[in-house]
């Protein structure tokens, strides 16, 4: 069955430093996978797509890479800031029309 | 202006009761979903809907009914609420497949006792 897997432990840094969360999936091949961003008691906000195609993306401190040999996704955030600090979910997307979320990174940035 | 709004933002009912979740956005989307996200956080989909027509419907209970009247609105609507009902819902809205991501709403909390 498809699946995804996000670093189920929460992943606590420093600020300034470089956050990475890893997103694997297996028995998928997704035409793109996107990230979002949940705060507490909201919906997700997109973030990026990749598509499978593509390397790497970038959009301001993001950076989010698309191995689809290896199965997996890189996010990072640079130079950190606590206002970074929520729940990262990544989404692929597959050819049945479904955005299919993982269980999501809690992310924690400490002053 | 929201631009996915879902009500009521809290639900608190008993079991067996039938309730009602509504869900308008104003993008201009031609593509509505409804996605359910239980305790452990997961986020499932649902239901989609294209230009009011059912695209995906995942395996949920015949007691979850989705109506889209037009392609603004999609409504969800569950009879003969279980405790296992309770959960975060989340309705959505994207362009066609979703490549510019998909909108959330802020959420409706249900919670069956």
């Known amino acids: 069955s498809q699946k995804i897997e996000q670093n189920s432990e929460a992943l606590n840094i420093q600020e300034g430093k470089t956050a990475t969360l890893t997103c694997n999936y297996t028995?998928?091949?997704?035409?793109?996978l996107q990230w979002y961003r949940q705060d507490p008691g909201r919906g997700p906000v997109f973030l990026l797509l990749i598509r499978e195609n593509e390397k790497e993306k970038r959009k301001e401190r993001l950076k989010v890479t698309f191995d689809t040999t290896l199965k997996q996704s890189l996010f990072h955030i640079t130079a950190s800031q606590p206002a970074d600090s929520a729940t990262y979910l990544c989404?692929?997307?597959?050819?049945?029309?479904?955005?299919?979320f993982g269980q999501g990174t809690e992310l924690s940035v400490k002053p | 202006d929201t631009a996915v709004s879902q009500t009521p933002k809290y639900l608190v009912t008993q079991m067996g009761n039938d309730k009602s979740i509504k869900c308008e956005q104003n993008l201009g989307h031609d593509t509505m979903y409804w996605y359910k996200q239980d305790s452990k956080k997961f986020l499932k989909i649902m239901f989609s809907?294209?230009?009011?027509?059912?695209?995906i419907n995942e395996t949920v209970p015949n007691r979850f009914s989705p109506k889209s009247p037009d392609k603004a609105h999609l409504n969800l609507h569950i009879n003969s609420l279980e405790l296992g009902d309770s959960a975060v819902y989340f309705c959505?809205?994207?362009?066609?497949?979703?490549?510019?991501?998909?909108?959330f709403g802020s959420g409706t909390r249900l919670t069956v006792v």
């Open positions: 028995n998928y091949s997704p035409a793109y």
């Open positions: 989404a692929p997307y597959n050819q049945g029309g479904k955005l299919i």
């Open positions: 959505a809205s994207s362009q066609a497949e979703g490549a510019r991501g998909y909108t």
């Open positions: 809907y294209n230009n009011k027509e059912l695209i």
